[in-house]
């Protein structure tokens, strides 16, 4: 079973940036798109930025601009570089492994990574 290990999160001042990581025990990660999801208190689990194993990357509309997803094949890592960050990006952060739709391929999630913004 696949297993991410989400970290980075924190107490940011909106404005400020984080770096998440996301360390996987998949198999095969080069070949493997990979995503990051993030859910609010009383929201739904909602999809931020997610890679393609090619390196190409598709971000939801709220972070464009702000948010970069990349990856490291050597160390089954992918990173989430978050900027200008705003109070409404207050989550929990998860990452996940993708299906060739880009939809979520487990249905296992990590502990994930708590980001606040607050001044």
């Known amino acids: 079973q696949v297993q991410f290990v989400e970290s980075g999160g924190g107490l940011v001042q909106p404005g400020g940036s984080l770096r998440l990581s996301c360390a996987t025990s998949t198999n095969l990660f080069s070949f493997s798109n990979m995503g990051w999801y993030r859910q609010a208190p009383g929201k739904q689990r909602e999809p931020v930025a997610r890679?393609?194993?090619?390196?190409?990357?598709i971000y939801a509309d709220s972070v464009k601009g702000r948010f970069i997803i990349s990856r490291d094949n050597a160390k089954n890592t992918v990173y989430l570089q978050m900027n200008s960050l705003k109070p409404e990006d207050t989550a929990v952060y998860y990452c996940?492994?993708?299906?060739?739709?880009?939809?979520?391929?487990?249905?296992?999630w990590g502990q994930g990574t708590q980001v606040t913004v607050s001044s």
């Open positions: 890679i393609r194993s090619g390196g190409s990357a």
């Open positions: 996940n492994k993708l299906t060739s739709v880009l939809t979520p391929m487990s249905d296992v």
